[in-house]
C-alpha cells in the first residue's frame, strides 16, 4: 500500500508557472505507475499526465501537451508535474493517483487504486 501527499498548490496569475510534488510513502515507489488528475468545479476528474515506474515513457492529454511535464524522482519517492503557461482553465483541484504497474502509464482514473488528498490550483485571468 502507498500513501501520496500532494503540494505545490497555490494561486497563479495566467502565464505563470507552478511546480506540483506528490511524496510517496513506502519502500517499492519504483513500482507503481504514477499520474496526475484534475477536476475542477461540476466537472469530471480528467486525466492530466502520467509515467511509467522506471520514468521513461509519459503521456499528457492534448489541453496541457507543450505546458506541462511530469518527472518522477524514484531515489526521493516523489513525482512532479511543473505547470507552464498556466492559463484559467488549468484552475482545479490537482491529485496525484498511484498503481502498481509494469513499464507502461496508464490513463483512466479507474486504473489507479492509491490517491492523494487534492492540492488547490487557482489561475487568475
Known amino acids: 500500500q502507498v500513501q501520496l501527499v500532494e503540494s505545490g498548490g497555490g494561486l497563479v496569475q495566467a502565464g505563470g508557472s507552478l511546480r506540483l510534488s506528490c511524496a510517496a510513502s513506502?519502500?517499492?515507489?519504483?513500482?507503481?505507475?504514477m499520474a496526475w488528475f484534475r477536476q475542477a468545479p461540476g466537472k469530471e476528474r480528467d486525466m492530466v499526465a502520467a509515467?511509467?515506474?522506471?520514468?521513461?515513457?509519459?503521456y499528457y492529454a492534448d489541453s496541457v501537451k507543450g505546458r506541462f511535464t511530469i518527472t518522477r524522482d524514484n531515489a526521493k519517492n516523489t513525482v512532479y508535474l511543473q505547470m507552464n503557461s498556466l492559463k484559467p482553465e488549468d484552475t482545479a483541484v490537482y491529485y496525484c493517483?498511484?498503481?502498481?504497474?509494469?513499464?507502461?502509464?496508464?490513463?483512466?482514473?479507474?486504473?489507479?487504486?492509491?490517491w492523494g488528498q487534492g492540492t488547490q490550483v487557482t489561475v487568475s485571468s
Open positions: 493517483a498511484a498503481r502498481l504497474g509494469g513499464n507502461y502509464y496508464y490513463t483512466s482514473s479507474a486504473q489507479y487504486d492509491y
Open positions: 509515467i511509467n515506474c522506471g520514468g521513461g515513457r509519459t
Open positions: 513506502g519502500r517499492t515507489f519504483s513500482s507503481y505507475a
